[in-house]
């Protein structure tokens, strides 16, 4: 649960973000799930209200992922196409700080418990349970690191057991 001393949250906090519907419907109808954003800044000082950019955006293809801007230049006739990366203006009901692992924020969710997690090799996060965690496990061998993860089942994944960073599981809004 987020509590008023946790605000503002700070430019380069990442956070699981849900569109507003109205605002996914206009952007082509569809509505998306909750994605990996990070906090870009505080508008006006108003720490309800910021600035996210999807951590997804990669500016070498042409997909949904980001907006294309297209610049023409008078005097020579050329046209420069930037990509820009997809920001969103939003209030904190729309957001969810992920666990600051340097932090406060860092608390043990019990064995069973409804949460979302960020499913393997993607910037989106799916429902899914706690199934044991969190353990400290190496993650590489050559230099000893270890990492904090949770064992999990996602909806609709047959079962299958994975571990994801503790710093990429919350509870269910």
């Not at 949250?9 to 206009?26: E, N």
């Not at 082509?28 to 508008?43: P, V």
């Not at 997809?86 to 992920?98: A, C, D, E």
């Not at 910037?123 to 999990?152: C, H």
Request: charged content about 30%; hydrophobic content about 35%; proline content about 6%.
């Amino acid at each position: 649960e987020l509590k008023e001393r946790d605000l503002p949250l700070t430019p380069g906090r990442r956070v699981a973000f849900h569109q507003k519907p109205s605002a996914a419907a206009a952007e082509g109808g569809k509505e998306e799930g909750w994605i990996l954003a990070q906090i870009t800044e505080c508008l006006g000082g108003d720490k309800n209200k910021y600035r996210v950019q999807d951590v997804d955006y990669d500016p070498t293809t042409t997909n949904e992922q980001g907006c294309v801007a297209q610049l023409r230049s008078t005097a020579e006739g050329a046209m420069l196409t930037l990509r820009l990366p997809r920001v969103f203006n939003t209030t904190i009901k729309y957001l969810i700080p992920l666990p600051d692992k340097h932090g406060k924020s860092m608390y043990d969710i019990p064995v069973g418990s409804a949460v979302m997690a960020l499913y393997p090799d993607t910037t989106s996060f799916y429902r899914a349970v706690i199934v044991s965690g969190p353990e400290m496990l190496q993650v590489d061998k050559g230099k000893q690191k270890k990492e904090r993860v949770y064992f999990v089942t996602f909806d609709d994944d047959d079962n299958a057991v994975r571990k994801i960073s503790v710093e990429m599981v919350v509870e269910v809004p």
